[in-house]
């Protein structure tokens, strides 16, 4: 079955970066688009950055454009979200998600096949 591992949260410091990973296994991921999600607290779960696997075109939200860059290692089976100038409303658990559909890519959750199971950046001020 399909799995999504993430790793690479962490607590830093506003201003500077992480780089979050996502070790994707179980199908054949070339026809899909990765996208990573976030979720604060009390807020609904949000659309961050999606990357089509095969061609690697990348989505982002204005929210996160110029801060972040979403890339994947084919070889690894590995999507990555590196985030520059982090601020303490980037704070959220961060999601990866895979849609293996090969439509409009989807800034929506519900369209998403596949999900892990998360990793928590915390920014503070």
């Known amino acids: 079955q399909v799995q999504l591992v993430e790793s690479g949260g962490g607590l830093v410091q506003a201003g500077g970066s992480l780089r979050l990973s996502c070790a994707a296994s179980g199908r054949s991921f070339s026809s899909c688009t990765m996208g990573w999600f976030r979720q604060a607290p009390g807020k609904d779960r949000e659309f961050v950055a999606a990357?089509?696997?095969?061609?690697?075109?990348?989505y982002y939200a204005d929210s996160v454009k110029g801060r972040f860059t979403i890339s994947r290692d084919n070889t690894k089976n590995t999507v990555y979200l590196q985030m520059n100038s982090l601020k303490p409303e980037d704070t959220a658990v961060f999601y990866c998600?895979?849609?293996?559909?090969?439509?409009?890519?989807?800034?929506?959750?519900?369209?998403?096949?596949?999900w892990g199971q998360g990793t928590q950046v915390t920014v503070s001020s």
């Open positions: 990357i089509r696997w095969s061609g690697g075109n990348t």
């Open positions: 998600a895979v849609d293996r559909s090969l439509g409009v890519v989807g800034t929506t959750p519900r369209v998403y096949d596949y």
